[in-house]
Structures are given as structure tokens and as C-alpha cells.
């Protein structure tokens, strides 16, 4: 390969991965060193320098310079008479550089510099993964289905340069996707492992919920309205918590926008889960009432403070309300609240 092609190479490579020239070209001129080495029985001697501006590689052997060589270092060591070939300032005692023909070169030494070359250039894109997702986690980001195992209904993903899972388990219950689509997803975790970057996503965490109402409401992003807590069963309902210093501010108004515009966009992102947005409290009575929406709750009376565990009265027709389809509605709470609800009828008796 001549150095105009094999830098145009260096510069394509660093175009389509995103990865440095210089970073290639120093793993390229280790991966060469660590061949030709082999040839000066292993000793540190060899060195080679890539300049990506100039276009210019050079691999040289160091020798030092000697009246009369030692055969137990004959390797390393020349004669001043030829060194003087090389450079006109050798003299005894010194060291001359002398200049290799990289077209000499051998099989092994190219074999062994691909191989290294990849290994570097795994190791790059592997940082590169690192760098970029870990400035991104717990935050979201838009995706593009590649394409969705018919067996596992695994779906992978192209999130900018880079490619991920997103498991079933982790697809909101009932959404069906297709190639080609674009969807949000949340990034739940970022991990160096040995087979390389584990990106975590999903669409089913409670912080994808969050991160929606973060970027959707105004208030929420400039802090003048605060998400307390959020309890989500994906697919089916959510429930969020939402608190504001400023009276002059209707924190659930805000979430829910002009004409409920806000909260729809949410839940078609959702594709339609349902979604409760509660006032939150520092007073745990009224936290708990609140979150029991849309129940209307008569009294709440807290049983163990330090098991956090609170009995919550409602009307008897709202009873069926309050625990919801499958305690759906009592999960959820208790979830919100991180107490443990037990929801009794007002008048005591269970009847129906």
C-alpha cells in the first residue's frame, strides 16, 4: 500500500467510525514495532513514527555506535565506519538511526500489524461507545429499528454510530415495532464489560416517563415544577408526583398543558398508557390521598411510621376505585408514596 492510499484509508476509517487518525496511526506504528522487533531478536530497538500530516512513515532501528563489535551484542550495536552511512555526526559512544524500507517488509509483519490494527480499532470504538453513552445515561435518546427477532422479539437498534438491544422485556406491553421506525428509548445504565460496552435501554423504566415530562413541560426543565416520584406498570398506567415551591403555579396544570396538549403527547408516546398526575406533599396523609386518585380518599391514618404503613378510608361505592383493576391502583400508590396502604371501606363493612 503506498502512504497516499494508506492515509486516504486512515482518513475514511476515521470518517465512517469516528475515529481518530492519530489514534489509528499510533496503534498501526505499535502494531509495526511489535513485528519487526522479531528481526533484532526481540530487542527494544525499533521504532516507528506515522505522521498523519505530512503523510510520512518511518521505521528506523537505533543501533549504537562502536569501534569493534561485541558478538553478544552484535544486534544492537555498528561500526562507526557504516554508521557514518546513515548520519555525519556519528561518533563512537553515540547512537545512529538507521532507516528501514518499509516495502521490505514481510508477510508477518503485516499479518501481525492487522492484527493489532483491529484489536486498536475495537479498543477506539469501545472508548468511543464508553465516552459518548456515559455523558448519556439516564437521559433519552431517539433510535432507529434495525430489526426485531421473529423468536424472541428482541428488537436492535442504530442510536447514532452505535448499535443496541432493546430486549422484550423492555418494550412497553402490546407496541409492536417495525423496521425502519424511529422511537425513543431511555438509557438506563452505560457498563464496561469484557466483551465490550453493555448499553441498557428501555421503554418500560419509570425514568422514561420523567425525562418526557422533563423535555415536554416548560416548567419542569427551568425547575419551577418538580417530579417528587413516578410508579409505572408500562403499557398500562403511570402515576407521577409533582411539586411546586411557587403557589402562584399549578404544578398538575402545567403538566397537564393547554387543552391537555402536554400530557397527550406523553401518552401517545405511550401508546396511550394511562397516566395520574398527583399533587405531591410532604404531610403523608395528604401525599397518600392524593396518589389514590382518581379515588376520592375519606381519611388516612398512619398505623407504623417506622414500617411506613398507613390505613387509607374511602367511600364504600369507591372501594373497587381505590384498589383498581388487580390492585392495579393500590400498587401504584404504594409505590408512589413508599408506604404500605391498606384501603378499607369508610362504613367498615366489605359487603359486595
Given at each position: ?226 417530579i417528587k416520584a413516578v410508579s409505572r406498570e408500562a403499557g398500562a398506567r403511570t402515576k407521577i408526583a409533582v411539586y411546586s415551591k411557587d403557589e402562584d403555579v399549578d404544578p398538575i396544570g402545567a ?98
Amino acid at each position: 500500500m503506498k502512504n497516499k492510499d494508506f492515509f486516504e484509508a486512515l482518513k475514511l476509517m476515521e470518517k465512517e467510525k469516528g475515529i481518530p487518525a492519530e489514534f489509528l496511526a499510533e496503534k498501526i506504528a505499535n502494531a509495526i514495532v511489535v513485528a519487526k522487533r522479531r528481526d533484532y531478536d526481540g530487542l527494544d530497538i525499533v521504532h516507528c513514527d506515522i505522521n498523519c500530516e505530512k503523510e510520512k512513515i518511518d521505521v528506523y532501528v537505533t543501533k549504537q555506535v562502536v569501534e569493534e563489535i561485541d558478538p553478544e551484542h552484535a544486534t544492537e550495536q555498528i561500526l562507526l565506519a557504516d554508521a557514518l552511512k546513515h548520519s555525519k555526526r556519528a561518533t563512537v559512544g553515540g547512537v545512529v538511526n538507521i532507516k528501514l524500507n518499509t516495502k521490505d517488509f514481510g508477510r508477518i509483519v503485516a499479518q501481525t500489524a492487522k492484527h493489532v490494527i483491529r484489536q486498536g480499532i475495537r479498543e477506539a470504538e469501545h472508548g468511543m461507545v464508553l465516552q459518548e453513552f456515559s455523558s448519556k445515561n439516564s437521559e433519552i435518546e431517539s433510535a432507529t429499528v434495525t430489526s426485531v427477532d421473529p423468536e424472541t422479539g428482541n428488537a436492535t437498534l442504530q442510536i447514532g454510530k452505535s448499535e443496541a438491544i432493546l430486549p422484550k422485556g423492555e418494550q412497553i406491553p402490546g407496541e409492536v415495532l417495525k423496521e425502519g421506525q424511529i422511537i425513543k428509548i431511555f438509557i438506563v445504565d452505560v457498563r464496561d464489560t469484557e466483551k465490550g460496552p453493555k448499553i441498557m435501554i428501555s421503554r418500560t423504566h419509570p425514568g422514561f416517563v420523567k425525562r418526557l415530562f422533563e423535555k415536554e413541560v416548560p416548567e419542569i426543565f427551568d425547575g419551577t415544577v418538580e417530579i417528587k416520584a413516578v410508579s409505572r406498570e408500562a403499557g398500562a398506567r403511570t402515576k407521577i408526583a409533582v411539586y411546586s415551591k411557587d403557589e402562584d403555579v399549578d404544578p398538575i396544570g402545567a403538566c397537564i398543558g393547554p387543552k391537555g396538549q402536554r400530557v397527550s403527547t406523553i401518552v401517545e408516546e405511550l401508546g396511550g398508557e394511562k397516566i395520574d398526575i398527583v399533587k405531591y406533599s410532604e404531610d403523608i396523609t395528604a401525599f397518600v390521598s392524593e396518589a389514590l386518585s382518581p379515588a376520592k380518599v375519606v381519611s388516612v391514618e398512619i398505623i407504623d411510621e417506622a414500617a411506613r404503613s398507613c390505613q387509607a378510608s374511602v367511600p364504600d361505592h369507591q372501594l373497587s376505585l381505590a384498589i383498581g383493576n388487580k390492585g392495579q391502583n393500590a400498587r401504584l400508590a404504594a409505590k408512589l408514596t413508599n408506604w404500605k396502604i391498606d384501603i378499607r371501606p369508610e362504613s367498615g363493612y366489605y359487603g359486595e
